[in-house]
């Protein structure tokens, strides 16, 4: 019996049907498994997952709210606009999936979200199909980032970054600002921004350059980030999270307006994260760019 099986392994014909069957039952199982990072939509979080991420996840709270202008000294409650979100498709794999919001005044807003291998892509639409303009300037994902940092609320900031003239500023910044509506926290508004249409928390006098938020993991081998455009502000919360909250600016009745975002979940190499971003938003990088940061995790 060992003879003849040898016999027949020796045959060509027999080896290449051998391999082709073996690649023809393995591929499915490959192909089974996705790759990267995946997503989940539930009662308004969204779930990054990997197992390269500490704790295997990411959440973020998609989305926190919708705000009206003039809310740098306002109540909280008088600035948000009521919204629901429903989940309209999610693919098998767990790469992509479509949301809607629906505000209470009639705008909609789409979100096509994806999954990369090391990042999150975002595309939206806003459309108000009303007759009256919409008061939504701007709008708040909540990213948690406790277990990505392993801290909590009274030290996770020691974590987290802006950009200051193309480089990396760790927090608390310089010009940290300790008065506002309500305390603690952070806010750089974006450029152009009314400093009265912002967040109610303490208002830094810094404007961020490029418009780019973050945090390193509780090793600082691994960093995120995010940034959308166009960006009303970023913002240092209090319930360890970090904000890129992306930019309405209002809707005229019949008006649609696309903005884009993403989010990096990379090496600790700021050089990299860098480059990426003024790939992916060259119109927050100005013409003459300033020398990058080194490889570092601190300024």
Not at 197 to 203: F, G, I, K, Y
């Amino acid at each position: 019996m060992l003879h003849d099986s040898w016999q027949n392994w020796t045959r060509p014909g027999y080896r290449l049907a051998w391999v082709i069957g073996l690649v023809l039952f393995c591929v499915p199982v490959f192909a089974a498994q996705p790759t990267g990072l995946t997503l989940a939509w539930q009662e308004n979080i969204l779930t990054i997952r990997s197992d390269a991420l500490p704790g295997g996840e990411l959440k973020i709270w998609y989305l926190e709210a919708y705000c009206r202008p003039g809310s740098t000294d306002r109540d909280w409650h008088d600035t948000v606009i009521g919204h629901t979100t429903k989940l309209l498709s999610a693919s098998a794999d767990g790469k992509s999936l479509k949301l809607q919001c629906t505000l209470t005044e009639g705008v909609t807003v789409i979100h096509e979200i994806r999954a990369g291998d090391d990042e999150i892509d975002f595309r939206l639409l806003a459309h108000n199909p009303t007759e009256r303009t919409s008061a939504a300037h701007w709008a708040q994902p909540c990213i948690r980032v406790g277990d990505f940092t392993g801290l909590d609320k009274t030290d996770y900031l020691k974590k987290c970054f802006i950009f200051v003239d193309g480089r990396l500023a760790r927090m608390p910044t310089r010009d940290w600002a300790t008065e506002g509506r309500y305390v603690p926290g952070q806010v750089w508004a974006a450029p152009g921004i009314d400093k009265n249409d912002v967040n109610p928390r303490p208002l830094s006098a810094i404007v961020p350059q490029p418009g780019l938020i973050g945090c390193f993991s509780a090793d600082e081998k691994l960093l995120m980030a995010a940034s959308f455009e166009p960006y009303q502000e970023l913002f240092q919360g209090i319930i360890t999270c970090l904000h890129s909250d992306f930019r309405l600016g209002g809707l005229q009745p019949g008006e649609t307006k696309q903005i884009r975002g993403k989010l990096y979940l990379l090496p600790n190499d700021v050089p990299k994260l860098l480059e990426r971003h003024k790939l992916d938003f060259p119109e927050q990088w100005p013409t003459q760019q300033p020398k990058e940061t080194a490889k570092t995790t601190g300024e």
